[in-house]
């Protein structure tokens, strides 16, 4: 009997043992093959990755070969591949298009996340049915209807819009309880619902539904109401933190969600490996405590060597956005850039140096920063270059701006940075965005997965069978299997074989298994096997299990071809499924090519608007009193709520005069429409 080891373990793997558990998947990013195989490595139950193109992050592609070589590995652990293809297509890239699509079939991806329903309808002809197809969150579903129809069009699972809570996400399950659900639970938020952004085509013809978004949300504006008052300025009032669902797990666990998304095809390794690591261990936790229920969708255990701490990692602050209702902190307003977490607050300042009043511990090359005015650094800079010219005028209301710097050297809680920051002072809070000490621990190797095996080695009439099984963490033994024969003649040994025996089989090295425990049936250790042959049966049995567990399903396909039928029934339907704004809107359908123009049209839908980046593909130029209405974002999100001006929800009463406007350095202005039925708020240009 092999010691079991399991205690050096914070995470483990299920393999789908369990009847009647739901089978729940930590869906991971990466932005390049190296972040996918860190991803499995720390516990993804699925990655999704950019191809060379058309994806929502035009600058994280990747190379056919390269997604090919992560498929490979994956599978080996039961993990699936999807890739995004999810922008909207031109008619002279289609046939391009699906061409990759067959090349990525070939070496053997697991689904594709799709968004043009053009593509979608060939897409759907080509692929074959082991291959799940997706509809990305940029196809904007908030309901139940919208979920069902995209169901019916062929998608085998929908990534919902990050804005919903659990009660609507429950609601969505409720009605169309075998349709697979995925959500967003960590990660950068778009304040717009995802899809129906044209904020950045329209101010700088860079196109979100491109994989090209200037991040137009993150700009500073000024507040301002219809009679010229400023309200806000400079500020960045569409700037939202970024999500942390890590402690409402269970909740959507138990919301029907199926898929758990994190955020960051853009993200470096050491994004990948903590954040992955950190939502890994949570859901094992949950498994453990209800094993009936839930069980992971993939194979192996990981034992890690350092502990995640999702607070060190790249963030704007965190919030849970919507999932458990409307709240005012989930914006950030005064910068869109990464605090990463508070570590003290300045306590005395020397002409080179200060120190930190606080419990946390520093390094040398440590990055910091603090939020100040720019009225006070102007100030502090104008005093350090012996200028005292204070017929510069700030506003009353200064910008907040983030000054960051770097730890020269750090001498217990005194700091010597390289350069002393303009601006601070006594009492300040003070933040790290990048902590020295933890990305050195993270550079090497963090995280070992292996798939725990249980060996069977007994005696034939001419020969000798080893047998394995796969094995969940709780002890029980998967139904997979495998087993290899090997004819010997049975010789006494002089000495038993037990250790022997054991020692030889156990030997996996680089495979993807652990031995749990090798069982010995009766008289086997009493024979002379020689090492040799030992290890010829240990590699026959590896290579039949990683055939085995490559052949076994990953995947579930749902999709169904919608039924034939009355057109205007149809027509009504698709109508029903999305908001109000895409008959006023029409290019919110985003239809960017012949078929899916064809496709909407057969859909009832009589003469569809082309896509907003069709129509401008350049942008739009603004010229006061010459530009048309057009709707360039819809929100959750509400300034005039966080601001505390709701008064239907318990706010201050406004003293301003509406509309208001959102205005740029340039004097570009956008008009704020509050839609309090629905509660959410639409972005237009101001075409006065």
Not at 3 to 32: C, Q, V, W
Not at 78 to 105: C, K, Q, S
Not at 116 to 127: F, H, Q
Not at 283 to 307: C, K, M, W
Request: hydrophobic fraction near 35%; charge should be neutral.
């Amino acid at each position: 009997m092999i010691k079991d080891k399991s205690h050096i373990y914070s995470s483990h793997f299920t393999s789908g043992i369990a009847g009647g558990s739901r089978s729940i998947e930590l869906l991971a990013p990466a932005k390049n093959l190296e972040c996918g195989i860190a991803a499995i490595d720390h516990g993804a139950d699925a990655i999704y990755i950019g191809a060379s193109r058309f994806g929502a992050r035009q600058s994280a592609g990747n190379s056919v070969e390269d997604i090919g070589k992560l498929c490979e590995y994956a599978h080996r652990y039961g993990v699936t591949v999807h890739v995004t293809i999810n922008t909207i297509i031109y008619d002279e890239e289609l046939e391009e298009t699906l061409a990759l699509v067959r090349e990525l079939v070939n070496v053997g991806v697991d689904a594709f996340l799709l968004q043009d329903m053009g593509l979608m309808s060939k897409v759907r002809e080509i692929v074959p049915d082991t291959i799940a197809l997706h509809a990305s969150t940029q196809c904007d579903t908030r309901t139940w209807e919208k979920a069902q129809w995209l169901s019916e069009q062929g998608f085998d699972r929908i990534v919902l819009a990050r804005e919903l809570s659990v009660e609507e996400i429950s609601e969505i399950h409720k009605r169309l309880p075998n349709l697979e659900l995925e959500t967003f639970v960590h990660g950068a938020l778009c304040v717009s619902y995802s899809g129906i952004c044209y904020a950045s085509q329209y101010c700088f013809g860079r196109s979100a539904n491109r994989g090209a978004c200037s991040q137009f949300c993150r700009l500073a504006f000024d507040l301002k109401d219809s009679d010229g008052k400023t309200i806000e300025h400079q500020r960045h009032l569409l700037s939202l933190k970024d999500m942390s669902q890590i402690d409402n797990l269970e909740a959507l666990m138990r919301s029907g969600a199926c898929a758990f998304k994190i955020e960051g095809r853009l993200k470096d390794i050491n994004y990948v490996k903590n954040v992955v690591s950190a939502y890994s261990q949570r859901i094992d936790e949950i498994i453990r405590q209800h094993p009936r229920e839930f069980r992971r969708a993939s194979l192996g255990r990981v034992a890690y060597s350092f502990t995640p701490n999702l607070k060190k990692t790249f963030n704007r602050g965190y919030t849970s956005y919507f999932l458990n209702g409307r709240q005012a902190d989930i914006f950030s307003p005064d910068t869109p850039k990464a605090l990463g977490e508070f570590v003290g607050t300045v306590k005395e300042i020397r002409r080179d140096s200060f120190n930190v009043a606080g419990t946390s511990s520093f390094a040398n090359g440590d990055g910091l920063c603090f939020l100040g005015s720019e009225q006070e650094d102007k100030r502090a800079s104008r005093q350090v270059h012996g200028s005292n010219n204070s017929s510069t005028r700030q506003p009353v209301n200064s910008p907040i701006v983030l000054h960051g710097f770097r730890v020269n050297r750090a001498v217990g809680n005194r700091l010597y940075p390289y350069k002393m920051p303009h601006g601070l002072k006594p009492g300040m809070a003070l933040y790290r965005n990048q902590d020295q000490a933890f990305d050195k621990e993270l550079s090497g190797t963090t995280a070992i997965r292996k798939i725990p095996i249980v060996m069977t080695f007994g005696l034939t009439d001419n020969g000798f069978i080893l047998k394995v099984r796969l094995v969940s963490d709780d002890g029980m033994e998967d139904t997979l299997s495998a087993e290899t024969l090997i004819s010997f003649d049975h010789q006494q040994a002089q000495i038993p074989q037990h250790d022997n025996i054991v020692r030889q089989l156990t030997k996996l090295g680089n495979t993807a298994y652990e031995c749990s425990d090798v069982r010995l049936e009766d008289g086997v250790e009493q024979c002379f096997i020689p090492s040799s042959v030992l290890a010829d049966l240990r590699r026959v049995l590896i290579i039949e299990l990683d055939k085995k567990i490559q052949e076994r399903k990953r995947i579930t396909i749902h999709r169904t071809t919608r039924l034939d039928s009355d057109k205007a029934q149809s027509y009504k339907f698709v109508r029903e499924a999305n908001p109000s704004q895409y008959q006023a809107f029409p290019y919110l359908y985003n239809i960017s090519n012949e078929v899916a123009r064809k496709f909407y049209e057969q859909q009832g839908l009589t003469k569809p608007d082309e896509a907003f980046e069709n129509q401008h593909p350049q942008g739009v130029q603004v010229k006061r009193g010459q530009v048309e209405d057009a709707l360039l974002m819809q929100c959750r999100h509400c300034i005039r709520y966080s601001l505390g001006y709701c008064v239907k929800r318990g706010g201050k009463k406004p003293t301003w005069r509406e509309p208001l406007y959102l205005e740029l350095p340039d004097k570009r202005r956008f008009r704020l429409e509050f839609d309090c039925k629905d509660c959410q708020m639409n972005i237009h240009p101001d075409v006065e």
